[in-house]
């Protein structure tokens, strides 16, 4: 070992030695320099041409540039220090104007350090773009950076502010309802594996994302890589229903070589299957999109219990250390979904210009329609399954007290698999409702998180009729909010609530007192 | 590929600024996590409300870059008290719930459009670091070193102070972590109703320690803002904090010198990768990657370090594995 350690050592000095600089002669090449892109505000992927930028030094020009074809320009700069630059207002094209933002007046101030290649953002927007449109308007993603773009991070409410305030509350409302449901649909299975497990499960959000991303593979078309995750979720999911209902019945290694061949057929026929790529293309209805994800779902949650979940609880690990491992399964999964889809912001096809329906006073869409009772079926199904069925008076046991289900002959961890298995499939299902309802991006689910957060301590951790109510109110103040505050702070308001319930009543709504501290 | 550029390019990264200014986050979350059992999610809220004291102090204001430090530093103090005290009377997982969501609530509110008067929305705020270079030592545009582990002027002096301000942070813990103060904080982590019935008010002493780690944070944030010259929010994403839990599950909780080692090798092997993947995706052995992807694989790797870390080595590098497995409630 130590011997070992000397020698990775020596082998970092020999290198540090040996190689004369490479990241100096690498950012010496150009020396100082200021440099950007100018974009067309509607289409981003288009630049402006002719825009001229100059650069002082107190009183003297050092450099000037112009855009060319793809609005791009840079100025090489004598040295270090404080420069002026300067965009010609008469050189921008009379349909824009600058926007206010680091530039003032067409003006800005910028340090360059030494050997410092500097981006300077400066953006452009149409003139009638009103202050409300500002958010969308954000150029970040003119930045050089390896930021990924991150527009538009606020969630929308669908009405436009020009009708009068009684109006906007019936609307908000009614936006609110929408949004409170959707939250409640995915925030069930967060509120029940707390309950049998303890456990809160910080990947739940991205099982959000998973299901809304895996609806739009489907829907739009799913040729090789759609087939392949699809032949490899059936491996796993074998392997998770071989598991469940044979363990008992046949002995341990023929149970462990029968989930291993599963799960490898499942990996050769994903092989198979993107190695075929196009070759087998289809592409099914969105509803029937959303019914594959939600078993995707549902399997991913089960195999996740599985393979990690109840190995770690068998180990002993401690409950810290489990929501550290979830942590962990969120990077991981979300850079996964992040690596497999891009990191593009698309919607559903054919359900975003719908005209509206009038319900009495409220207007909504169609497709809101549709989510609202596809949710309300949901939930009503759900809170029957928990209700009436033996499954899910079982899952109400485990919920309440662990051990005494346990030591009343309930198959514990049999009863978790399910858990699991329905919130997986429940949050798939909320991330194609929240992603008709607003876009599809891989970190939609981090933040319907936040508000899951929100609806399940308002409502009392690990009960499921808890996170339906929890996730109507959170729902309802969100999109309330926004009728006196900026709708930016819509998620501090949830959050506000949820501080407020914490300080009042710790166990939520429909928590039963105990101690939680 | 060349291996030894990439291995010379990493141990720089090792002991540049970055490492050092994660290095005095990850002390703070030491605080929290390591001696107190406190699991704090958000620490990069901490990290923002530091550097956004700065940057509006220095842009917005025109104030001092010291004052915009202790602006930082009192937000972080706002902040902990605001946090803490809803949560620290309840079990651990509500402060983790609220930290996580407040660090994020944090970075929407400073990024909104409202705010740009203050915080320059997206934009972020510019020109922070005047002062600081003005009082350098070093020639701002000379490059310092030997070999491949060069620094401009200007860098240089930044890594200097933040690491000097690292090791003042460790000897503070250490005093603190052998004073009476520190006995009790280390006793409500192994068991919190023993403390409490030893007559201790468990709730304060939580509290302080939030506040001391956060104020860690908050520093780190301060040094991050004059480092760049330039803050912009979406660079407090939630992923900031989950690499200082790495960081300090690398290198060992509870332990002083845990996060500086854990910073040193988490950089390292950031730096390693990326060089890594990058060389194999130049000589085309990565087919069916672009080059954008580079980046979530390693976020990727770095969930999947943490997962590791803490199921198969949670006392990390150097820590005590009696230690670190006590806490199970």
């Keep these: ?517 | 590929m060349d291996i030894l550029s990439i291995l010379a390019e990493s141990t720089r990264s090792a002991i540049g600024p970055i490492a050092a200014i994660y290095a005095l986050a990850a002390i703070g979350l030491n605080f929290h996590f390591g001696y107190t059992g406190l699991l704090n999610f958000g620490q990069v809220g901490f990290m923002l409300v530091g550097a956004y004291g700065v940057g509006v102090s220095v842009a917005v204001l025109g104030l001092p870059l010291l004052v915009g430090f202790g602006v930082g530093l009192l937000c972080a103090l706002v902040m902990a008290l605001l946090l803490g005290i809803p949560t620290l009377r309840l079990r651990a997982d509500y402060l983790a719930i609220t930290t996580i969501a407040a660090a994020e609530v944090l970075r929407l509110v400073y990024r909104a459009g409202f705010a740009e008067p203050l915080t320059g929305g997206v934009y972020g705020l510019q020109n922070l670091a005047s002062d600081f270079r003005s009082i350098n030592p070093f020639d701002g545009g000379e490059r310092y070193g030997f070999g491949a582990l060069s620094y401009s002027g200007n860098n240089l002096w930044v890594l200097v102070v933040t690491w000097t301000l690292v090791l003042l942070m460790v000897g503070v813990s250490w005093l603190l972590m052998h004073s009476p103060w520190g006995r009790v904080i280390k006793g409500i982590r192994e068991d919190e109703d023993a403390v409490r019935s030893l007559g201790k008010n468990v709730f304060a002493y939580k509290m302080q320690a939030l506040v001391l780690g956060g104020m860690a944070g908050a520093l780190s944030g301060c040094m991050l803002a004059v480092y760049q010259a330039a803050i912009q929010p979406d660079q407090f994403k939630p992923q900031v904090t989950f690499f200082l839990w790495v960081i300090l599950l690398l290198g060992g909780a509870g332990r002083v010198f845990g996060p500086v080692l854990g910073a040193m090798v988490f950089w390292f092997l950031m730096n390693f990768t990326e060089g890594l993947l990058q060389g194999l995706g130049s000589i085309g052995l990565l087919p069916f990657l672009e080059t954008t992807d580079y980046g979530a694989i390693q976020l990727a790797f770095v969930g999947l370090l943490l997962v590791l870390l803490i199921v198969f080595r949670p006392q990390g590098l150097i820590g005590d594995r009696k230690e670190m497995l006590i806490n199970v409630k």
């Design chain 1, 1 to 517: 070992m130590r011997t070992r350690l000397l020698t990775v050592l020596l082998a970092l000095i020999t290198a540090i030695l040996v190689i004369p600089g490479p990241a100096a002669t690498a950012d010496e090449q150009g020396g100082e320099s200021l440099h950007g892109r100018i974009l067309h505000p509607e289409n981003r992927d288009q630049g402006v041409e002719g825009i001229v930028i100059t650069v002082h030094d107190g009183e003297d020009e050092v450099g000037a540039a112009t855009t060319d074809s793809d609005g791009m320009w840079e100025v090489g700069l004598p040295g270090p220090g404080t420069y002026r630059v300067v965009v010609d207002q008469e050189s921008v094209p009379s349909e824009f104007v600058l926007r206010e933002g680091i530039i003032v007046d067409g003006e800005t101030e910028v340090e360059v350090e030494a050997n410092d290649q500097r981006p300077l953002i400066v953006a452009l927007m149409s003139p009638g773009q009103a202050e409300s449109e500002e958010e969308s308007a954000s150029p970040s993603e003119e930045e050089t950076e390896d930021t990924p773009a991150a527009g538009d991070e606020s969630i929308e409410t669908n009405v436009d502010s020009g009708s009068s305030f009684g109006e906007r509350v019936i609307q908000l409302t009614a936006s609110g309802l929408l949004f409170g449901l959707v939250i409640a649909v995915s925030a069930i299975g967060l509120s029940l594996i707390f309950g049998t497990t303890k456990l809160i499960n910080f990947a739940h959000g991205d099982l959000v994302t998973f299901g809304a991303m895996i609806a739009l593979l489907f829907s739009t078309g799913a040729a090789g890589m759609g087939n392949s995750l699809l032949a490899l979720f059936a491996g796993l999911g074998g392997a998770v229903l071989i598991g469940g209902f044979l363990e008992n019945r046949l002995s341990r290694t023929v149970l462990l070589v029968a989930q291993g061949v599963s799960i490898l057929l499942g990996i050769v026929l994903a092989t198979v299957l993107g190695v075929l790529g196009d070759a087998v293309g289809w592409s099914v209805p969105l509803w029937l999109a959303a019914v594959v994800a939600v078993v995707m779902g549902a399997v991913l949650g089960g195999s996740m219990e599985r393979y990690i979940w109840r190995p770690l609880r068998h180990r002993n690990v401690a409950m810290i250390q489990m929501f550290i491992v979830s942590i962990g399964l969120a990077l991981v999964l979300r850079h996964v979904v992040l690596v497999l889809f891009g990191a593009g912001r698309e919607r559903y096809a054919g359900f975003q210009l719908q005209e509206m329906v009038r319900i009495g006073p409220v207007e909504m869409p169609p497709r809101d329609l549709v989510v609202m009772v596809v949710a309300i079926v949901v939930l009503v199904g759900v809170a029957c399954l928990l209700q009436f069925t033996r499954i899910g008076k079982a899952m109400r046991a485990v919920s309440d007290n662990r051990d005494l289900a346990e030591s009343s002959g309930i198959d514990v961890d049999r009863v978790t698999l399910y858990v699991w298995g329905l919130g997986g499939g429940l949050a798939a299902l909320g991330g194609v409702l929240y992603g008709l309802n607003q876009v599809v991006e891989y970190e939609m689910g981090f933040r319907l998180l936040l508000m899951m957060f929100a609806a399940v301590i308002l409502g009392g951790l690990g009960t499921a009729y808890g996170a339906m109510v929890g996730g109507l109110a959170v729902g309802l103040v969100a999109m309330l909010s926004t009728l006196w505050f900026p709708s930016q702070l819509m998620q501090a308001w949830a959050l506000a609530l949820m501080i407020l319930m914490l300080l009042i009543r710790p166990q939520g709504l429909l928590g039963r007192r105990e101690r939680v501290g």
